[in-house]
């Protein structure tokens, strides 16, 4: 049996593919062990995060290659965009922006 060296959960990053955007648990793009990493295609206008990822977002990639993305929750039934990133942008940290564990969605912009 050929061995796989084991990967502890808590370093797992999980690079975005091209026209996606992804979503991670954890600052820095990590998933934060358990499955809570989702991307989306980036072409999608609206996309709702996973019961494993809503309002767990702690960093987040575009990598579209044209298309502005934004990442947003809902507040009294109406959408607040927190953050919009250009196509090829990422953030790192979304608690920099006082938006950590809040998102609810992703959609064009
Ligand atoms: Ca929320």
Do not use: K, M, P, W
């Given at each position: 049996m050929v061995g796989i060296a084991a990967v502890p959960a808590q370093a797992s990053v999980l690079s975005c593919p091209t026209s996606n955007v992804c979503v991670y648990a954890?600052?820095?793009?990590?998933?934060?062990?358990?499955?809570?990493w989702q991307k989306t295609s980036g072409f999608s206008a609206y996309a709702d995060l996973a019961p494993g990822i809503h309002d767990r977002a702690s960093s987040w990639i575009?990598?579209?290659?044209s298309q502005r993305m934004g990442i947003g929750e809902w507040v009294n039934g109406g959408q607040f965009i927190a953050q919009r990133l250009n196509a090829g942008w990422k953030d790192n940290n979304l608690s920099d922006i006082g938006?950590?564990?809040?998102?609810?969605f992703v959609l064009q912009q």
């Open positions: 954890e600052a820095n793009f990590l998933t934060g062990g358990s499955y809570a575009n990598a579209n290659n938006f950590n564990d809040r998102a609810d």
